[in-house]
């Protein structure tokens, strides 16, 4: 059973920053496309980025371009989300996604395509 713990949500300022982990146990993680979502209160949980297997392929929503930068370090089992200027707009919890041997060549926006799921980091944003 794989297993996904995500870490480094928090408050900041707009403008700050933070940095987000996905720490993977179980399975083969250099299977899975990676992917963060996010949940803010009264919305729908929306794509925030793509990574697959290799980091060869990235993806973000458009309004996180230019802002956030996904990576994953497959010998530590871990992906990350580099999240710069931020704004109150990006307050939600955050979660990571694995999805078990898809998304080699092309990102994976849907999360119905995604098998696995964390608990969820809460950021709050404030201006």
């Known amino acids: 059973q794989v297993q996904l713990v995500e870490s480094g949500g928090g408050l900041v300022q707009a403008g700050g920053s933070l940095r987000l982990s996905c720490a993977a146990s179980g399975g083969t993680f250099i299977n899975y496309g990676m992917a963060w979502f996010r949940h803010a209160p009264g919305k729908e949980r929306d794509f925030v980025s793509y990574?697959?297997?290799?980091?060869?392929?990235?993806d973000y929503a458009d309004s996180m371009k230019g802002r956030f930068t996904i990576s994953r370090d497959n010998a530590k089992k871990t992906m990350y989300l580099q999240m710069n200027s931020l704004k109150p707009e990006d307050t939600a919890v955050y979660y990571c996604a694995a999805a078990d041997s898809r998304g080699w060549r092309y990102a994976l926006r849907s999360d119905n395509e995604y098998d696995y799921w964390g608990q969820g980091t809460q950021v709050t944003v404030f201006s």
């Open positions: 990574i697959n297997w290799s980091g060869g392929v990235t």
